[in-house]
């Protein structure tokens, strides 16, 4: 057996054992737990994609024609406020 092979074989276990060992972590855990867990990441990440839409509509709404920051700051400011027609 060439060096290369032994070297390919040990990455091979290695990967493997990886694997194994994750799964083992995975299922040790109470099901509620996984679930409860992933509930909480759900809903932030529902939250924190609610928020960039809100960015994004704001953005969508500014038209950059060369006009100062300091006018394109103030415009930002006032349509945070407003409520959008979309949201109903």
Do not use: C, F, Y
């Not at 091979?12 to 855990?29: E, P, T």
């Not at 394109?72 to 109903?88: C, H, M, V, W, Y």
């Amino acid at each position: 057996m060439s060096w290369a092979t032994a070297v390919v074989l040990i990455v091979l276990i290695s990967a493997i054992a990886g694997v194994m060992r994750s799964r083992n972590r995975n299922n040790s855990r109470p099901n509620g737990q996984n679930e409860a867990n992933a509930k909480a990441l759900d809903e932030e990440a529902q939250r924190e994609i609610k928020d960039l839409r809100e960015r994004v509509k704001v953005l969508e709404r500014i038209t950059v024609d060369g006009r100062e920051a300091r006018a394109i700051a103030d415009e930002i400011e006032s349509l945070r406020g407003k409520p959008d027609k979309q949201d109903g």
